[in-house]
């Protein structure tokens, strides 16, 4: 009975495999087509997430929103996340600018990391999340989080439930360092999934020898 549960168990980590590889080949795809401006891409999240995009327009850095705790390579800091207004459109697109060092997680020179005012960026779409707490803070441009409740209570004017994160150069000093593409690999499943083949292997197996011990104790 171990055995049929342990397989089981297998083959469901074998389609989750699957699932997985199917879902890292759709967002590669959408990475490798042909960048669009994100305002023109579907109001559909499903249909845009991950999305190769670009966003032309005006830097509005009294608005500018400060992503807090965030990491990278072991050391704290901080994400820009700087409005964008557009040219014949009420409503701005959110721009991840990338992560400069902080080291309380919270605070740094926003006008040292400032850009110009014309904005010309290319990246990958991400979706501003739908829950409706607001942090408590006492610095009104600091989040924890990238939600519409907590840009809704911080920008003054429509924005857009996508947000471009910034690839490109890492290495320029003259703006925050971009934020890499996230990897794409097979997750855990293969593994777990050979865990639970041997398992059952060895349930296998044992009972085998159980039965071998019986019929041992039976023979005259």
Known sequence: MAAVVFLRLGFWQIQRLHERQAWNAAITHARLSNPRPL????????LSHYRAATVTGQ???????IHSNRTRRGSPGVEFLTPVR???KDTAVL???GWVYSPDGATTD?????????AHLAGYVELVRTDTGVSQSTQPHVVRRISAAEIAARIPYPVSPLYLVAIGDTADLKHPARRDLPVL???PHRGYAFQWFSFALIAIGGAGIVVQRERAKRSP
């Open 86 to 88: 557009i040219a014949g």
């Open 95 to 97: 721009v991840n600018r």
């Open 110 to 118: 926003q006008r040292r990391w400032r850009e110009g005012d014309t």
């Open 39 to 46: 305002i023109e891409l579907p109001s559909d999240t499903t």
């Open 59 to 65: 830097f509005d850095y009294e608005h500018e929103l």
């Open 185 to 187: 690999d097979d997750g």
